[in-house]
Nanobody
Framework: QVELVESGGGLVQPGGSLRLSCAAS????????VAWFRQAPGKEREGVSCITVSDGTTYYSDSVKGRFTISKDNAETTVYLQMNSLKPEDTAVYYC?????????????????WGQGTQVTVSS
């Protein structure tokens, strides 16, 4: 059974850090584009970052560039999103998604697999 499971969300103060994990079960991520999306209440879903696991290329939206870092583990079964200098506007449910892909990292129009989401709340 193919599945993506996010973890690592929580409550953090402004300026703090969190690391989200996206673990794949049932497949490895080597030939996949893995992306992180977020959705805040009343707002549209926003793609914030993605990685092409096979070549390690990455993409970041302007809203998170310089603060967030996407990476993979050596086994290529988990993708991480390190979030630093968090702001209240980063508060959202964060989802990871995956789609088979070869090439430079770009946010794709559709993804085949989605996780269940993890809540990130940035508040004092």
């Amino acid at each position: 059974q193919v599945e993506l499971v996010e973890s690592g969300g929580g409550l953090v103060q402004p300026g703090g850090s969190l690391r989200l994990s996206c673990a794949a079960s049932g497949f490895t991520l080597h030939y996949y584009n893995v992306a992180w999306f977020r959705q805040a209440p009343g707002k549209e879903r926003e793609g914030v970052s993605c990685i092409t696991v096979s070549d390690g290329t990455t993409y970041y939206s302007d809203s998170v560039k310089g603060r967030f870092t996407i990476s993979k583990d050596n086994a290529e079964t988990t993708v991480y999103l390190q979030m630093n200098s968090l702001k209240p506007e980063d508060t959202a449910v964060y989802y990871c998604a995956a789609k088979a892909w070869v090439g430079a990292a770009v946010l794709l129009d559709e993804y085949d697999y989605w996780g269940q989401g993890t809540q990130v709340t940035v508040s004092s």
